[in-house]
């Protein structure tokens, strides 16, 4: 079966344009016009991926809203804002809403593509662990690879994909220090500096919100990140 990917985008050319290029790579491909379209067509059925443009038709930031709306509905679906704006708040504010990726539209056609294929690559990944049923464990946290499920003290910790990745990457060696590199590497993401310190100051908000006293992710200055137990 083919892989669905949602576009919601109010420029009909661009939209039309992107729909074609993700066809031809032989991708399924709904498109949406503005949010309440795509919040109607999502509690029906969610697509593989979501690729979301901030403002839509008399929203500036239906975007945002979209985001948060999907991330109610799926902890895991990955999900990409693609838009005309290019500003450093926008971005931060996108993946503090759990978006797994965010592009500019200057982007080239076959930039997208390999994104899109990355993420992808990314969830068959994490759906095929090393061992099947891979469990890893580090004291009160525990990450299902296969179900893509993390928890702490038995409490399910919702992450997005991005999120996830990084946990897993820090987790797996405990002590050693992972630099912004190294976590883009693993997440499979490009990212600016200040993009993955929003990405971890999320993943502790998630894990605070549970646990007060978290504070297995610890900052090494100068270096990156580690996670202690």
């Known amino acids: 079966m083919k892989r669905l ?3 919601v985008e109010d420029e009909p050319a661009i939209r039309d344009n992107y729909a074609a290029a993700f066809t031809r790579e032989g991708y399924a491909v709904r498109t949406y016009s503005n949010r309440a379209q795509a919040i109607s067509a999502f509690a029906a059925r969610l697509p593989d991926l979501a690729i979301i443009d901030i403002s839509l038709e008399e929203e ?3 975007g945002f809203e ?3 709306r999907l991330r109610a509905l799926s902890a895991e679906l990955p999900i990409i804002f693609l838009t005309a704006r290019d500003s450093e708040l926008d971005a931060v504010s996108g ?3 759990g978006a797994d990726d965010f592009l500019t539209k200057d982007l080239s056609l076959p930039h997208l593509l390999a994104r899109v294929n990355a993420l992808f690559r990314r ?4 759906r095929r662990p090393e061992t099947p049923g891979e469990i890893m464990r580090r004291g009160p946290l525990t990450l299902d690879t296969e179900r893509m499920q993390a928890q702490w003290d038995a409490r399910v910790v919702l992450l997005s994909l991005t999120e996830f990745w990084i ?3 820090l987790a797996r060696h ?4 992972r630099n912004r590199q190294q976590l883009m590497d693993a997440a499979n993401v490009v990212l600016d500096d200040n993009t993955i310190t929003s990405h971890v100051k999320r993943i502790r908000r998630k894990f605070q919100s549970i646990d007060p006293e978290f504070d297995a992710v610890q900052t090494v200055y100068g270096m990156g990140y580690r996670w202690v137990e």
Request: aromatic share 0%.
């Open 5 to 7: 990917i949602a576009i």
């Open 60 to 62: 500036p930031e239906g």
């Open 66 to 68: 979209l985001c948060r």
């Open 95 to 97: 993946l503090r809403l």
């Open 123 to 126: 969830v068959d990944a994490l």
């Open 167 to 169: 946990v897993h990457a």
């Open 174 to 177: 405990p002590g050693h220090v």
